[in-house]
């Protein structure tokens, strides 16, 4: 099987965002940025199939030439090539918008490869904007079958079956390729790159597609959604803290306050 | 502006969250218009139209092995529907299933799309969506070109609508074409244990990695039966293995707004906290005096919880019998 | 402030921080308890190549700068000391190889390493701490064979080495030019490993008794020719205490991040305790000590670069790094107060695994003996 991975480049998901107070827009000076979550489980998900069975994996990325970082860490742990979509206006889209560019960036690796993508992954949500409309948009526009919040793919006769975690369960699928499908968390972490792995991978040549090479002259449907920008929640405050070295009185108290408040 | 309101069924009743989105309907201006389209469902269609000026049936629903209609099937038929009813937008609440079709439904109306939504504002006339990013720590304004939109919004995010003159359901049917029908179900499994309920829930008691062990996670499930409460757990609780993966609160999980939420040890990291801020009373043990969860607690207590809870569940215990 | 390394270094340290985050450093304190090697710790360590920043490229390695190298090290060990001082170890026994092996026995001891597995340096004995040379180990030719008795004692990676480079009298008269080294691979007849040391700190690594009972290896065992040993066993200790002082800086800069983070979070008397300036000056000591430290080590691995003559500045480095590490550990108990002391909080750990770094590879006592000769010079 041949498999495409887009990958969303996020700011590190374990540092805490807060808005700049300046300009009211997400500080993310303190958080590297990182490929998401979501989008590593589909990247590990998809290495290990082919090592079980036989393929390969190529990683794409829309955004700035910067995201050839991340890229770079998807080849390390078993990506065989990556691409990043990049130009003028590519760092702030819709999700319809990088859903189109992904699809016409999939048709241009396709036809420089010389292959056909088999399945698409996405991860089912990215750690910063969790829009989760990124692959559905993705299926729509290529009019593929779509299968959502998987967490495990294996081959059957003309196609594949795919596992889709739900909230009391799990659905099973059949459908053909080529599909596109989203990623949840399977039971299993990403590995981690090897220090030879990383090295070679930081060789590697990812080449930028420009919204030329894409043969699209202008980011031209407009964005349908609009940011007008951000604010942060109302911050609750603390109430009592109660320390006490006896946990007897300690329950007493808590216990007390509770009801006083009508809480139990 | 009219907004399709999709009603999915709970226990065989309209969820209360999708009856919300008839309330953020109303506060959006729009009329709407509730769709139900699951197997048996004319009560629960004759519930919602208590609260509703227009209810809509969907006959020929093509479903999966639980009798609701599948993700291709109900993508098709919402878009086609609101053609038909000249909508402007879809609203949904934000359950899995609904996510996932979110965006499908906006692409083929040829709209955008807005996820997750905990509230809204019409600012000269344009409605303004509020959805949060980054973990719950930001959030975000979004408006869709000429209001035109399918979101999905929290539960709780809206108040229950109030009742007025009960409509009549009418039954409708749109033709979804095979090509709609890509992804073929074979079979689903159901995850052993009881059906988990936290978005419902008044009391909820969660544990995090401080419970130490599946035996030590005994002690919550304990004082939640004391309390009927429902039980929840944090990330590492869940990827310890103490409890299953349907009892997960936080961003990765459910998002849930009880009356009283009692948090055991559970530092409080932003994955989780998101997912139970608006919680109306919360209560945390935690033997970490500078743990996070504190500074969101009107109760705090610093100590261990194993000789907390076993204290609390007798105190409980006591207040009961009074 | 930090070692100035490349920007692959910078890459590759980024992926061992996020690995010695998630995997070791809250998992080291399970193991730190009971003492048993975590084994699925090392494999995945293995996995990710950890080992195989001692083999040069030539040999399969990975061909990082010893710089890089010390910032990979020193990330370890922020993790876990014991983590690190087992990948630490590999080097010290491959050294006595490098020096006085050819190019099979490199080979084979290198392929050991680059599979995942450990080496052991056996030169401590009973009666031979500092003074090396009064080691009682023997190994008498027979025929065209050496036959190997004796034990030694305090063996890092012991139990779990493939490889051991062990010291012996070829010639008990004649003191220190009477010793000899040999390379003896795991499962030889006659070496076995003895009891293991229950250890203050350190506690992931393991460390044993090494006993040698007729051990026959073949001439070609010999690494060098007769009576290189204790010149092969200096150079090898002179080239190993910087990596051991890299080590001891990363336990430092552990401690430290560990106390400002308490400092930043704790309140007392109404604010943080990291206002105080008390605190602040703590904090600034074990930072200046802990760098100065760092850049001794970086100075000693740059006179390795150019091949110019680095013992002194390799005893120094080791010295002052293991100093910084008892320091910096002992502050930061103290900053943490009665928290320090206590087990549910990570300090009391990192001053039990820094008292080592004063003791092996030579007791800083030896350090100073070293400076303090290069100093004085002949008088």
């Known amino acids: 099987m041949e498999f495409l991975v887009c990958v969303k480049q996020v700011p590190d998901d374990s540092v805490e965002i807060h808005l700049n107070p300046e300009t009211s827009t997400p500080d993310l000076s303190q958080a590297d940025p990182e490929a998401g979550a979501f989008d590593t489980y589909a990247e590990e998900l998809a290495v290990r199939f082919i090592e079980e069975n036989e393929g390969s994996v190529t990683v794409v990325s829309v955004g700035t030439e910067d995201n050839k970082t991340c890229i770079k860490n998807s080849i390390a742990v078993g990506a065989s090539s990556g691409y990043v979509v990049a130009d003028e206006g590519t760092d702030c889209l819709d999700s319809a918008q990088v859903a189109d560019l992904l699809a016409a960036a999939a048709a241009k690796i396709e036809e420089q490869e010389g292959k056909k993508f088999d399945i698409i992954l996405c991860g089912k949500e990215s750690t910063d904007a969790i829009g989760g409309q990124v692959g559905p948009l993705l299926a729509e526009k290529l009019n593929l079958p779509l299968v959502e919040n998987a967490v495990e793919i294996t081959s059957v006769d003309g196609g594949i079956s795919v596992k889709q975690e739900t909230d009391t369960g799990f659905m099973m699928y059949e459908i053909a390729t080529p599909a596109v499908v989203t990623i949840s968390k399977p039971d299993y972490d990403p590995r981690y790159p090897t220090i030879r792995s990383k090295m070679a991978a930081r060789k590697a040549k990812i080449p930028t597609l420009s919204l030329s090479d894409l043969g699209i002259t202008d980011l031209a449907s407009e964005a349908k959604i609009s940011s007008l920008g951000f604010e942060e929640p109302k911050k609750r405050q603390a109430g009592i803290k109660i320390n006490e070295t006896e946990a007897e009185e300690a329950v007493k108290k808590a216990m007390d306050q509770m009801i006083a408040d009508k809480a139990l | ?322 | 402030m930090a070692y100035l390394i490349s920007d692959e270094g910078k890459d590759l340290l980024k992926d061992v921080r996020e690995f010695c985050n998630n995997e070791v450093k809250e998992q080291s304190k399970e193991f730190d308890l009971s003492g048993e090697w975590p084994q699925a710790i090392y494999d995945m360590a293995a996995e990710m190549q950890l080992g195989t920043l001692d083999v040069p490229e030539e040999f399969g390695g990975p061909g990082l700068s010893r710089i890089d190298h010390a910032a990979i090290l020193e990330e370890m060990a922020k993790a876990d000391a014991g983590f690190a001082t087992s990948f630490m170890t590999n080097g010290l026994s491959l050294h006595p190889i490098e020096f006085g092996g050819t190019k099979e026995q490199l080979k084979s001891v290198y392929d050991v390493i680059l599979k995942g597995g450990f080496g052991a340096f056996c030169l401590t004995e009973p009666n031979a701490g500092c003074d090396v040379s009064n080691g009682s180990t023997t190994a008498v030719k027979d025929g065209d064979d050496y036959i190997i008795n004796g034990t030694k004692c305090f063996i890092t990676n012991g139990p779990v080495a493939d490889f051991f480079t062990v010291f012996a009298k070829t010639d008990k008269s004649a003191g220190a030019k009477g010793m000899s080294a040999f390379l003896i691979f795991k499962g030889t007849p006659g070496l076995s490993i003895g009891s293991h040391e229950n250890k203050m700190g350190i506690r992931l690594s393991q460390t044993s008794d090494v006993i040698l009972e007729d051990v026959r290896v073949p001439a070609s065992a010999m690494l060098g020719k007769e009576g290189d040993g204790f010149k092969i066993a200096m150079k090898t200790l002179d080239i190993a205490r910087t990596w051991c002082g890299i080590v001891a800086v990363g336990l430092a800069q552990r401690a430290i991040d560990e106390a400002a983070a308490y400092a930043r979070t704790r309140v007392q008397f109404g604010k943080p305790l990291g206002r105080n300036e008390v605190i602040q000056f703590k904090l600034a000591d074990m930072q200046m000590a802990t760098e100065a430290a760092r850049q001794l080590c970086a100075y000693s691995l740059t006179l390795m670069d150019r091949g110019e003559d680095y013992t002194t500045a390799s005893a120094t480095a080791k010295c002052k790094a293991g100093d910084a590490a008892m320091y910096c550990t002992t502050e930061a108990v103290q900053i943490l107060g009665g928290y320090g002391f206590s087990r549910d909080y990570p300090v009391e750990k990192l001053m039990r695994d820094a008292k080592i770094f004063q003791l092996f590879e030579g007791t800083n006592e030896i350090q100073r003996l070293v400076v303090g000769r290069s100093v004085i010079g002949k008088c």
Request: hydrophobic content about 45%.
């Open chain 2, 1 to 322: 502006m009219k907004y399709l309101v999709y009603v999915e069924l709970k226990n065989g009743k309209p969820s209360g969250a999708a009856l919300e989105l008839l309330s953020a309907a109303k506060k959006a201006g729009a009329d709407a218009a509730a769709v139900l389209a699951e197997s048996g469902c004319e009560d629960a269609a004759a519930e919602t139209a208590k609260f509703a000026s227009e209810v809509i049936i969907l006959d020929d629903v093509i479903t999966d092995p639980n009798g609701r209609p599948t993700e291709d099937f109900l993508t098709a038929a919402l878009a086609k529907l609101a053609a038909d009813e000249g909508a402007d937008g879809v609203l949904l609440s934000a359950a899995p299933f609904n996510r996932n079709i979110a965006p499908r439904i906006a692409s083929r109306m040829g709209v955008g799309c807005v996820t997750d939504v905990i509230g809204l504002t019409v600012e000269g006339g344009t409605v303004v969506f509020t959805r949060p990013s980054y973990g719950g720590t930001v959030l975000e304004k979004q408006s869709a070109a000429d209001n035109k939109v399918v979101a999905t919004i929290r539960s709780g995010s809206f108040d229950a609508p109030e009742e007025g003159a009960a409509c009549e359901p009418v039954h409708k049917s749109v033709a979804v074409d095979d090509a709609d029908l890509k992804a073929k179900i074979t079979e689903f499994i159901a995850e052993a244990g009881e059906v988990v309920n936290l978005e419902d829930a008044d009391v909820i008691v969660a544990g995090g990695r401080g419970m130490g062990s599946e035996e030590g996670f005994k002690l919550v499930e304990d004082l939640a039966n004391e309390l009927g409460a429902v039980v929840g757990a944090s990330r590492p609780a869940i990827e310890s293995g103490w409890v299953g993966r349907t009892h997960q609160v936080g961003q990765s999980g459910k998002i849930v707004a009880p009356k009283l939420y009692i948090a055991c040890g559970i530092s409080g990291a932003m994955q989780h906290v998101s997912g139970m801020m608006d919680s109306g009373y919360i209560v945390a043990i935690n033997k970490d005096e500078d743990a996070p969860i504190f500074q969101i607690a009107d109760v705090g207590i610093v100590g261990d919880v194993h000789k907390i809870l076993p204290l609390m569940i007798d105190a409980v215990k006591a207040h009961k019998a009074q």
